[in-house]
């Protein structure tokens, strides 16, 4: 299925996939690399040369083809100015990457004043892509050519629902366990996919539901559009909906009242 014209926004994701596939061609020629090098940042969270590399690509190329638009990534904080924001993980899931585990992503975002207008999420390691801009649906292919439609799952009981989340740590550490935990027990099953795959499944329909209780805007941007566009639901723990509340909940939509009550 071929997918409609993003309109405003058409040269935006053609751009963002342009990237991704020079990103893809790096990050891939350095996974399991016996001399990748790896450092611990002042958060205590691992850096690769990978993924500074990566960050420099995709700077490189937004310099050069969006030079006014602002960009907020990872490694490199935010520079430039104006309401058009290009927000960027180089490696999504860097843990999993300096362990060899395949599932880490590049995610790359444009947000539009406070809106999340595009999404896009390449792992290349699992040979999966998503895609999403606003008004267009959602989508997962090889290309903006070869391409299939996302959609959410219709699972409207929590009984019946799966649950996808990263690790319990977070939710302890903010007094959160036990609210989790009973909404695991509840739930038909749960697993821990974990970063960015979560999300990704809850907007193919294969989990209905993905939480988190810690996230920074360049883990969650690229995956707002995406989830929205395939018909559910993102906000914070608090309700409020996109990317900005330093946590993340994303169901098919019709669970998503219901979850954030559950988690008080």
Same mark, same amino acid.
């Given at each position: 299925?071929?997918?409609? /014209?993003?309109?405003?926004?058409?040269?935006?994701?053609?751009?963002?996939?342009?990237?991704?596939?020079?990103?893809?061609?790096?990050?891939?020629?350095?996974?399991?690399?016996?001399?990748?090098? #790896?450092?611990?940042?002042?958060? /205590?969270?691992?850096?690769?040369?990978?993924?500074?590399?990566? =960050? =420099?690509?995709?700077?490189?190329?937004?310099?050069?083809?969006?030079?006014?638009?602002?960009?907020?990534? =990872? *490694?490199?904080?935010?520079?430039?100015?104006?309401?058009?924001?290009?927000?960027?993980?180089?490696?999504?899931?860097?843990?999993?990457? #300096?362990?060899? #585990?395949?599932?880490?992503?590049?995610?790359?975002?444009?947000?539009?004043?406070? *809106?999340?207008?595009?999404?896009?999420?390449?792992?290349?390691?699992?040979?999966?892509?998503?895609? %999403?801009?606003?008004?267009?649906?959602?989508?997962?292919?090889?290309?903006?050519?070869?391409?299939?439609?996302?959609? #959410? /799952?219709?699972?409207?009981?929590?009984?019946?629902?799966?649950? $996808?989340?990263?690790?319990?740590?977070?939710? *302890?550490?903010?007094?959160?366990?036990?609210?989790?935990?009973?909404?695991?027990?509840?739930? &038909?099953?749960?697993?821990?996919?974990?970063?960015? &795959?979560?999300?990704?499944?809850? $907007? *193919?329909? $294969?989990?209905? %539901?993905?939480?988190?209780?810690?996230?920074? @805007?360049?883990?969650?941007? +690229?995956?707002?559009?995406?989830?929205?566009? +395939?018909?559910?639901?993102?906000? /914070?723990?608090?309700? %409020?909906?996109?990317?900005?509340?330093?946590?993340?909940? $994303?169901?098919?939509?019709?669970?998503?009242?219901?979850?954030?009550?559950? @988690?008080?």
């Amino acid at each position: 299925m071929t997918p409609p /014209s993003t309109r405003g926004y058409d040269d935006d994701l053609r751009l963002a996939h342009v990237i991704a596939d020079q990103v893809d061609a790096h990050t891939l020629s350095r996974f399991k690399a016996l001399d990748l090098h #790896v450092e611990s940042k002042p958060d /205590s969270t691992p850096v690769s040369d990978a993924d500074r590399t990566a =960050e =420099e690509i995709i700077r490189g190329q937004l310099g050069r083809a969006r030079g006014r638009d602002a960009i907020v990534g =990872e *490694e490199y904080g935010e520079t430039g100015h104006g309401a058009r924001r290009w927000i960027v993980d180089p490696i999504d899931g860097t843990k999993n990457f #300096v362990r060899g #585990v395949p599932v880490w992503a590049t995610l790359i975002a444009l947000a539009d004043g406070d *809106e999340v207008v595009v999404g896009l999420v390449s792992a290349p390691a699992l040979g999966r892509r998503w895609w %999403a801009s606003k008004g267009t649906g959602a989508w997962t292919g090889k290309s903006l050519a070869a391409a299939s439609r996302l959609h #959410v /799952s219709g699972v409207s009981s929590w009984s019946d629902a799966s649950l $996808a989340y990263a690790s319990l740590d977070g939710w *302890e550490e903010r007094g959160k366990l036990e609210p989790f935990l009973d909404l695991m027990r509840g739930a &038909w099953r749960t697993r821990g996919y974990g970063d960015f &795959w979560s999300y990704m499944l809850v $907007a *193919e329909g $294969a989990v209905d %539901a993905a939480a988190e209780p810690e996230l920074e @805007l360049y883990d969650m941007a +690229a995956l707002v559009p995406i989830v929205t566009e +395939a018909g559910g639901r993102f906000t /914070s723990l608090d309700g %409020a909906d996109g990317p900005w509340g330093g946590n993340a909940l $994303a169901t098919n939509g019709l669970l998503h009242d219901e979850v954030l009550g559950r @988690l008080g």
